[in-house]
Nanobody, 115 residues
């Protein structure tokens, strides 16, 4: 059974930093990443990373966020620096099963940036 468990969200002030972590279990995963959904908006990509380490970032977070993963531990992390109020959202971990390409989601973790 595939399971993704996120941690690390919270409340931070403008310009602050947070680190999100996601522990995946139950399979081996190719692309892993983070998405976010703000109130009244659609879920959007934040950053993804392939098993080989290739990364892709959404333009609004380039230069501020860094995604990383540990294949041995099946974890993916998102270091978020210089946070802005517009980064406020529920952040979701995503992982693609290497065997059938099915996508799995975590339960989400709230990130709130106050001004």
């Amino acid at each position: 059974q595939v399971q993704l468990v996120e941690s690390g969200g919270g409340l931070v002030q403008l310009g602050g930093s947070l680190r999100l972590s996601c522990a995946a279990s139950g399979s081996i995963f190719s692309t892993m990443g983070w998405y976010r959904q703000a109130p009244g908006k659609q879920r959007e990509l934040v950053a993804v990373i392939t098993r080989g380490g290739t990364t892709n970032y959404a333009d609004p977070v380039k230069g501020r966020f860094t995604i990383s993963r540990d294949n041995a531990k099946n974890t993916v992390s998102l270091q978020m620096n210089s946070l802005k109020p517009e980064d406020t959202a529920v952040y979701y971990c995503n992982a693609q099963n290497v065997f059938d390409s099915r996508n799995y989601w975590g339960q989400g973790t709230q990130v709130t940036v106050s001004s």
